[in-house]
């Protein structure tokens, strides 16, 4: 695990201890070409799979040129408890589901359920080696449900034993469709997936408290203002972390901090100017430093506190490297640091996944919550004592 400085993680929290003493899809049925890659829109589609949100080890679902949503096939089937074969002869995938057989050739929009033909508006594809579906046919096809957010960007899918669950009261989620645990914390609205990701463990340190300041809230409108703020976030890093040095423009990532950032920063002009210089800075350094690098972030809505004048947001990250000459220095959350934040090596060609936060603000008068809301600083990824990034394997 990468912590500050690259620590191992127990060496981490010892030192903490030591100093001390987080409709597309509705209609996502969905066309596209046996070679594909995904349109412009570079932002996370978080995928909510019986109340536990995927991870995906490394090709993430996009919208691909055509409007249409495309999922790993292998990961989404085995989460529904299919079965997935490669047929490498026919380039065709089989999907073995109960009685049910489905397969889907690469290219073709003709899927065979049963031994029957059945025409698509899209075809499979490749992308990243992975054999890329339609999100909702599968789902579908698997005798489950398809919910597009579209507050959240997001989707939901619910196979009918889980629901039953849901119906019976056996298990309950937050706003977003995901599972809260049963071990209560008096500090966190604890998720069953974040758990597992050892998000709790890591953020122990923080004294803050995320369930007071959300309980306070309806959850109806915490929601609504909170998938507003994520999508300042998403939109923002989605510009940050899909970087290439023959491509870069400083005034694209000037245009996004503006419409993502805080009034604080984004109406003060000596602040703005001072930060458009720094981008222009960062652009000249990612030409000269050949830097080709994507990522995605996923702001965890869930466990948002409040300390002082900010509202701190826990902030999943996935990045990868794939060219650098210093490999230390790769995004503007890592370039020329202050000495809030860390800048190391990062190894090229693997994905970092992980968590930090991110801190907003408003320039509203008395506003602690709100669309008004936006980034208050440059650097969030590897803000010290507050991030801890896995290489995934």
Known sequence: MITRKGVDFKMFKKTITAILAATMIAGGVLSGAASAAPGKDLRIIPVIVNGQKVKFPDTEPYINTDGRTMVPVRFISEKLGANVKWEEATSTVVIHYSSKEIRMSIGSKTVTLDGQPTELDTAAEKYDGRTMVPLRFVSEVLDSTVVWDEGA???????????AKLDAGK?????????????????????TDLESAGFYKFYDHEFRNSRAFIEKRPTESYKE?????????????????????????????????????????????????RNKEFIK??????????????GYADPELSTVYESGSLNWFPTRFKFMIISAN??????????????SSDSFKLKKGVW??????????????????????????????FYINKYFYNILE
């Open 352 to 381: 970092y996944d992980g968590y930090s936060v991110i801190r907003m603000t408003s320039n509203v008068a008395n506003s602690t919550w709100g669309e008004s809301q936006g980034i208050r600083y440059l650097e969030n990824m």
């Open 171 to 191: 298990v309950a989620l937050d706003p977003w469709g995901r599972e809260y645990s049963k071990t209560w914390s008096a500090r966190w609205m604890k998720l």
């Open 326 to 339: 210093d490999s230390s220095q790769t995004f503007l959350d890592n370039w020329d640091v202050s000495n």
């Open 225 to 273: 203002i909170a998938d507003v703020l994520g999508n300042k976030i998403r939109n923002y890093y989605a510009v940050q972390l899909n970087v290439d040095y023959r491509t870069i423009s400083a005034d694209k990532l000037s245009e996004a901090m503006m419409n993502s950032f805080s009034g604080d920063v984004t109406k003060n002009a000596y602040i703005t100017a």
């Open 153 to 163: 960007r997001a989707v939901r899918v619910t196979d009918g034993a889980y629901q």
């Open 281 to 294: 800075g960062y652009v000249n350094w990612v030409k000269k430093n050949k830097v080709i690098a994507k």
